[in-house]
Structures are given as C-alpha cells and as structure tokens.
C-alpha cells in the first residue's frame, strides 16, 4: 500500500493539521499547553502524508458506535 491510499482506507480517521489561529482556543479549552498534548511521530505516515512538521497539532476525527464522532489531538515529536 503507497502512501497514496492511506487517507482512503477504511481503517484510518481523518487527520488534519490544526491552524494556529485554533491552538489557542484548544489550549484554553484542556487547560494545557501544546506540548503537553499526546505524541505522534513525525514519521507516522499520515504525518507524512498531511506533510505535518514537528511541533504541529494534529487533529484526530474517529467515528464510534457509541459516541458518534470523538475528535482527538496530538502534537507532531
């Protein structure tokens, strides 16, 4: 599988790279810093794929049977 298709697949959620005019409003709302966010590689393929850096938030959208939809956030390591 390319990286081509990874964004397609099934499996994988949508992944986003948060603006940072938002970082702020994401800080205010789980009182903490950035940096403080859960860790996603910088060599994770999405990451690549997103062409996101270190030190960018990425935004996570998982659909669920239970919850419906669940946003996640990790900063790029």
């Known amino acids: ?7 397609g697949h099934f499996l994988v ?16 709302k789980f009182g903490s810093a950035p940096d403080k966010f859960p860790q996603i590689l910088k060599d994770d393929p999405i990451v690549l794929e997103i ?3 270190r030190g960018d938030v990425i935004k ?6 239970t919850a419906g939809q669940c946003s996640y956030y990790r900063v790029v390591a």
């Open 60 to 65: 996570i959208t998982r659909n669920s049977p």
């Open 51 to 53: 062409g996101a850096k």
């Open 13 to 28: 959620p949508k992944h986003e790279i948060v603006p940072e005019d938002k970082i702020k409003e994401l800080v205010q």
């Open 1 to 7: 599988m390319g990286l081509d298709s990874i964004r």
